[in-house]
Antibody, heavy 123, light 108 residues
Framework: EVQLLESGGGLVPPGGSLRLSCAASGFTFNSFVMTWVRQAPGKGLEWVSRISDSGGSTHYADSVKGRFTISRDNSKNTVYLQMNSLRAEDTALYYC????????????????WGQGTQVTVSS | EIVMTQSPATLSVSPGERATLSCRASQSVSGNLAWYQQKPGQAPRLLIYETSTRATGIPARFTGSGSGTEFTLTISSLQSEDFAVYFCQQYHNWPPLTFGGGTKVEFK
């Protein structure tokens, strides 16, 4: 059974930093693209970032480009999201997701989701 | 960026009735479309990928169809556990992956 456990969320002032982690189990981690998706309170889903299976290719939403960095440690079955220069509009529940095996383009379109970790940016 | 538009925003349905949800893309996404279900306080769950393929464990009452820019999710006979918000998402032209704004299926 696929399990994705996010951690690292919390309350941070504007301009601050957080590092989210997502510990994965139940599948061959180094064979799958991983993705972060966020959901602001009462809002829809917004794709944030994806990283290839090897970690050699990353992509970001324009809204976070230059401030967020995605990475992975395949020896620890963990994907990370380093978030710097946080803004109030980054406040959201951040989900880690495993890309679908059916997605041959490598986009990281989510097949399995974690339960999310809450990030609140406020003074 | 491909914009995904879902309609209606809210759909009021009685248990046992059919529900039809629509998703439109601003340009063709071929068949690279997925549907997700989200219940309050829960993470989204994959229902459908590649327009019409049900994910593991998804009941046959969920059917996806369409191509190009017009897609539909049909729930043939609504069960109580189907009242939720449904999102479509394209993975044809990325980055970014883009989601529709969601359709809330509520009890009539």
């Amino acid at each position: 059974e696929v399990q994705l456990l996010e951690s690292g969320g919390g309350l941070v002032p504007p301009g601050g930093s957080l590092r989210l982690s997502c510990a994965a189990s139940g599948f061959t981690f180094n064979s799958f693209v991983m993705t972060w998706v966020r959901q602001a309170p009462g809002k829809g889903l917004e794709w944030v970032s994806r990283i290839s299976d090897s970690g050699g290719s990353t992509h970001y939403a324009d809204s976070v480009k230059g401030r967020f960095t995605i990475s992975r440690d395949n020896s620890k079955n963990t994907v990370y999201l380093q978030m710097n220069s946080l803004r109030a509009e980054d406040t959201a529940l951040y989900y880690c997701a495993k890309g679908g095996s059916w997605d041959y383009s490598g986009s990281g379109s989510p097949a399995d989701w974690g339960q999310g970790t809450q990030v609140t940016v406020s003074s | 960026e491909i914009v995904m538009t879902q309609s209606p925003a809210t759909l009021s349905v009685s248990p046992g009735e059919r529900a039809t949800l629509s998703c439109r893309a601003s340009q063709s996404v071929s068949g690279n479309l997925a549907w997700y279900q989200q219940k309050p306080g829960q993470a989204p769950r994959l229902l459908i990928y590649e327009t019409s393929t049900r994910a593991t464990g998804i009941p046959a009452r969920f059917t996806g169809s369409g191509s190009g820019t017009e897609f539909t999710l049909t729930i043939s006979s609504l069960q109580s556990e189907d009242f939720a918000v449904y999102f479509c998402q394209q993975y044809h032209n990325w980055p970014p992956l883009t989601f529709g704004g969601g359709t809330k299926v509520e009890f009539k």
